[in-house]
């Protein structure tokens, strides 16, 4: 079984349009990120969750919007998709918040390559 | 630049060579991570070491940290191809979130 799953693995899309990128983990942890990674492989967070509530949301356009339904499933929606979008999105979850004494490793997904038109 | 750096930005080596990378951060830390990421893949956690920890193992993997240098390395002993990968450390600055550097990317040749 898949820890973290997120679908779909590749979107192609065009310029304007709204897509959503769906992420579950069934590992029972409680929280939740989202990072975005470029053509440079620099890997930056977009979001973090905590037991369904939002607790960091770095510098992103509010064209990006997650959504956590409940503790297993983080989802992000992007609207009006422009050409700086399209990068790979990991979604990936840890016991425990960062920086904490007992924080877990993260697991990631295999990613989402967006690629944007 | 960087809460953290991976050094060398590339790495070439032999099978059966030793590895070595270097993460260097500029804020006092919790924690940190090295993660492997093999291309088209998600990352995939190595070792996690503390800050009151120095030293860590796992199999062929050694991590080192040192917090008055702000710098930890990750070794490889006896390298195979399969290790070709890029390597990320990852901090928790001020305790919150997991950054990561830009990575190392390490080829092994057969």
């Known amino acids: 079984d898949t820890a973290v799953s997120q679908t779909p693995k590749y979107l192609v899309t065009q310029m304007g349009n709204d897509k959503s990128i769906k992420c579950e983990q069934n590992?029972?942890?409680?929280?939740m990120y989202w990072y975005k990674q470029d053509s440079k492989k620099f890997l930056k967070i977009m979001f973090s969750y905590n037991n369904k509530e939002l607790i960091i949301n770095e510098t992103v356009p509010n064209r990006f919007s997650p959504k956590s339904p409940d503790k297993a499933h983080l989802n992000l929606h992007i609207n009006s998709l422009e050409l700086g979008d399209s990068a790979v999105y990991f979604c990936a979850s840890s016991q425990g918040l960062a920086g904490g004494p007992n924080t877990g490793e993260l697991f990631f997904g295999e990613g989402s390559r967006l690629t944007v038109l | 630049s960087q809460q953290g750096e991976e050094d060398p930005q590339a790495l070439s080596i032999q099978e059966g060579e030793n590895a070595t990378m270097n993460c260097s951060y500029k804020?006092?830390?919790?924690?940190l991570q090295w993660y492997r990421q093999n291309s088209g893949r998600g990352l995939v956690h190595l070792i996690l070491i503390r800050s009151n920890e120095r030293e860590k193992h796992s199999g062929r993997l050694r991590v080192t940290l040192d917090t008055s240098k702000k710098s930890s390395s990750l070794l490889i002993t006896a390298s195979r191809a399969a290790d070709t990968a890029s390597y990320f450390c990852a901090t928790d600055p001020y305790g919150q979130n997991f950054v990561f550097g830009p990575g190392t990317r390490l080829s092994v040749l057969p």
């Open positions: 590992l029972g942890h409680d929280t």
């Open positions: 804020t006092s830390i919790n924690n």
